[in-house]
Nanobody, 115 residues
Framework: QVQLVESGGGLVQAGGSLRLSCAASGSRFSAYTMGWYRQAPGKERELVARITNFGRTYYADSVKGRFTITRDNAKNTVYLQMSSLNPEDTAVYYC?????????WGQGTQVTVSS
């Protein structure tokens, strides 16, 4: 089992940057595909970025070129570097871990971008 704790959210002005972190407890972190998701008020949760255990990345079109997902297996941590933020990026950001049929979620961290 994996427990995930996100941090790094906050209030930022449009055009600014934030780095989210997700610390994982438990074993076999390096085997997990890790992802960042977000949910804005009144909207469904959506995948923002994902990184596989091999380091292959995927980004939603809306964040390509602005967000970067990385992982540090030695620290059991995955990061989301966000730049050129705009108000449409305002949401609760969740960290997710997937391995085979198992999925785990963090509690989320709020990101608010003011115009």
């Amino acid at each position: 089992q994996v427990q995930l704790v996100e941090s790094g959210g906050g209030l930022v002005q449009a055009g600014g940057s934030l780095r989210l972190s997700c610390a994982a407890s438990g074993s076999r972190f390096s085997a997990y595909t890790m992802g960042w998701y977000r949910q804005a008020p009144g909207k469904e949760r959506e995948l923002v970025a994902r990184i596989t255990n091999f380091g292959r990345t995927y980004y939603a079109d809306s964040v390509k070129g602005r967000f970067t997902i990385t992982r540090d297996n030695a620290k059991n941590t995955v990061y989301l570097q966000m730049s050129s933020l705009n108000p449409e990026d305002t949401a609760v950001y969740y960290c997710g871990a997937q391995l085979l049929a198992n999925s785990y979620w963090g509690q989320g961290t709020q990101v608010t971008v003011s115009s």
